[in-house]
């Protein structure tokens, strides 16, 4: 008989609660218990990184983490990346230098380059390198994967910019006693 355990995860922000076979990994309860495939089963054995979610923001390989470790955390899919119908700076970038071959590592590059953007807001190229070093292409498109995580982190670079300078003068007006005009 197989031994299970009741868990509990938040995935994307939504909680669930599943008995898992104490030796199923993360990735197998994601993809067959919760039906979010866009995380990439592939070597299983830590290499080529299509497998890769966030667990409390950190960055890790599905396949090598077994789900009951995970139990009671927070976890991002790729699937949870978009917010309010509206795709992630990253995804947009890759749309926009065609980073997206064949399409099979793709979830997990964004994935760990989400991991590395809030770790590194404006990465250098050789940031990237390394922060997308456990993460394979064998479509060889990593010039485009590159370029895309950079077009992304100078994209919310300029919208943190205008967020901010739009906060500033929402202060100045009010410290004036003015409304801001809608
Ligand atoms: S499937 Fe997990 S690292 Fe390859
Ligand atoms: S786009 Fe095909 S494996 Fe990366």
């Given amino acids: 008989m197989t031994a299970t355990r009741r868990i509990e995860l938040t995935v994307n922000g939504r909680a669930h609660a599943a008995d898992v076979a104490v030796h199923h990994t ?22 080529c990184g299509a497998c890769t979610v966030l667990i409390d923001e950190v960055s890790v390989d599905s396949c090598l983490v077994l789900a009951v470790e995970a139990d009671g955390s927070r976890v991002t899919t790729v699937e949870g990346l978009a917010t309010d119908g509206r795709l992630d700076p990253l995804q947009e970038a890759f749309l926009e230098t065609g980073a997206a071959q064949c399409g099979f590592c793709i979830p997990g590059q964004l994935v760990a380059a989400r991991a590395l953007l809030a770790a590194i807001p404006q990465p250098t190229r050789a940031d990237v390198e390394d922060g997308l070093a456990g993460n394979l292409c064998r479509c060889a498109g990593y010039e485009q994967i590159i370029e895309a995580v950079l077009l992304a982190a100078s994209a ?23 409304e801001p005009v809608p």
């Avoid at 309860?29 to 089963?41: I, P, Q, S």
């Avoid at 943190?160 to 300078?165: M, Q």
């Fill in 26 to 47: 993360l990735l197998e309860v994601l993809r067959a218990d919760l039906g979010l495939t866009g995380t990439k089963e592939c070597c299983l054995v830590g290499e």
């Fill in 156 to 178: 919310e670079a300029r919208a943190a910019g205008t967020r901010g300078a739009g906060a500033l003068a929402a202060g100045a007006l009010a410290a004036g006693g003015l």
